[in-house]
């Protein structure tokens, strides 16, 4: 027997997950939600409204966290683990990323952690983690590494892209948050210019958390960045075409080429 657990990071496709397991469609005991300690304000305010509506249904939620958050590697001048996946300038100029550790870190790490747990007080030996990769992100899809774990890929099975998710949670009232920390550097451009320019106070945030970093090294040689430009945050230049005076596919299309 299986235990069905749902890794819910509280963004669109993790939702759905909850939402189709409430409503029959896939079979899931609980969900796990793990707290990098720096998500931004909708992820926590959507993770507490799941949370209520999830448990009068009768499905747990359980949150789960390394016990210090990624902001907090800033104030550590040496961590042992759970770097994200930096741009940086080398003391020789040139530019390099460091591998990213932060996923393994504070969110593998503790769901495994909180499924071993599940598993002993269930009596369970073997666990189907559920996750919210749509058929969009196929080449996400992995197989597990830990032979108590085997991993699922519903919206895959049932041939859900996020938009058929951002649909499917519209359907029911729902608006799910893209889930991802304030200052992760795999951002897109889009992403920074919606922090800068919606959640002022996470945008300077992450600048300031950027400075930090640089001010104590993380034992780097080089400086790190936020943004693949390589310098600071508030400096990154973030317009769009339109910004420049340069016109869109969308400005030029008559509306006919798919015809």
């Known amino acids: 027997m299986s235990l069905h657990i749902i890794s819910f990071g509280a963004g669109v496709q993790s939702t759905a997950l909850i939402l189709l397991a409430l409503h029959g469609d896939i079979k899931a005991d609980c969900a796990v939600f793990a707290d990098t300690g720096w998500e931004p304000r909708a992820v926590y305010d959507h993770l507490e409204r799941m949370k209520s509506f999830a448990t009068s249904h009768g499905f747990p939620i359980h949150t789960v966290s390394k016990g210090y958050s990624i902001r907090d590697l800033a104030l550590n001048q040496t961590p042992t683990s759970g770097r994200p996946p930096l741009y940086i300038v080398g003391e020789d100029g040139k530019n390099g990323m460091i591998r990213r550790q932060c996923t393994q870190t504070f969110k593998i790490e503790p769901i495994r952690a909180r499924i071993r747990y599940l598993l002993k007080e269930t009596g369970n030996r ?133 015809v």
């Open 126 to 258: 073997h666990a189907t983690q559920l996750l919210g990769i749509s058929t969009d992100e196929v080449q996400r899809v992995r197989h597990s590494n830990v032979k108590y774990i085997k991993n699922a890929y519903p919206l895959i099975d049932l041939g859900m892209s996020r938009a058929d998710c951002v649909a499917y949670l519209s359907e029911h009232g729902i608006e799910a948050p893209r889930s991802a920390c304030i200052g992760c550097p795999f951002h897109s451009d889009n992403e920074w210019r919606r922090l800068r320019d919606e959640s002022p106070d996470e945008w300077r945030d992450a600048a300031e958390w950027e400075w930090q970093l640089q001010q104590n090294g993380l034992g780097l040689r080089g400086t790190p960045y936020l943004h693949r430009q390589r310098v600071p945050l508030y400096q990154v230049d973030l317009s769009t075409r339109e910004d420049h005076g340069q016109m869109t596919f969308d400005d030029e299309c008559a509306g006919v080429c798919g």
